[in-house]
C-alpha cells in the first residue's frame, strides 16, 4: 500500500470516531459514551508514532472543542498531553497484554478527565460529578475491541 492511502485511512478512522463522538444518543446513556476520538488518537499513536503525533491529536481534539461546543483548545491540551504521554511511552506499552493495556488506557482516560475538568472549572466554572467518570470506565471495556479492530485494518491494508 502507498503512504498515502495508509494516511487516508488514518484520517477516515479519525472522522469516523469523531462522528460516534457527535451521534445523538438518549440522554440516559450521554454519560456512558466513550471518548472515541481520543482512543482512535491514542491506537494510532501507540501503532504508529511517526505518523500520528501530538499535533495530530491536538487537531483531534479541537475538532472535538468544535463540534462538541465546549471552551475552544480544552480538548486539544488534554489530547496533546496524552497523546504524548502514549507518544513517549510507546515502545513499553506494546509489550503489555491488551487486558494490561486497557488499564493503562483507564489511567490515561482519567488524566483526560481531569485535564478536562480543570480548564472547565477554571473557565466555566463546571462542578465535579462522579459521573464524568464513566466514560473511563466504558473506554477501558471499549479499548480491547477497538484494537484489534484497528488493528486488524491496520495489517490487513499494510500501513506503516
Known amino acids: 500500500m502507498r503512504p498515502a492511502q495508509g494516511l487516508g485511512f488514518i484520517y477516515l478512522s ?6 460516534l463522538t457527535v451521534i ?10 466513550p471518548d472515541w476520538a481520543l482512543l482512535v488518537v491514542m491506537y494510532w499513536t501507540l501503532a504508529l508514532p511517526r505518523r500520528v503525533n501530538i499535533g495530530t491529536a491536538f487537531v483531534v481534539g479541537f475538532l472535538t472543542d468544535v463540534l462538541v461546543g465546549t471552551v475552544l ?6 489530547f496533546s498531553v496524552v497523546s504524548f504521554v502514549v507518544g513517549v511511552n510507546y515502545l513499553k506499552i506494546r509489550n503489555f497484554a491488551v ?7 483507564g489511567l490515561l482516560l482519567a488524566l483526560y478527565q ?12 463546571v462542578n465535579f460529578r462522579p459521573a464524568y467518570l464513566w466514560p ?7 479499548w480491547p475491541w477497538l484494537f484489534w479492530l ?4 491496520r495489517r490487513q491494508l499494510k500501513i506503516q
Open 150 to 153: 484497528l488493528r486488524r485494518y
Open 136 to 142: 473511563v470506565v466504558i473506554g477501558m471495556l471499549v
Open 99 to 105: 487486558i494490561q493495556q486497557a488499564l493503562l488506557v
Open 73 to 78: 483548545g480544552v480538548n486539544a491540551l488534554a
Open 14 to 19: 479519525l472522522l469516523a470516531a469523531l462522528l
Open 114 to 125: 481531569l485535564l478536562v475538568f480543570w480548564l472547565s472549572h477554571f473557565l466555566t466554572g
Open 24 to 33: 445523538p444518543v438518549p440522554y440516559q446513556l450521554t454519560l456512558f459514551r
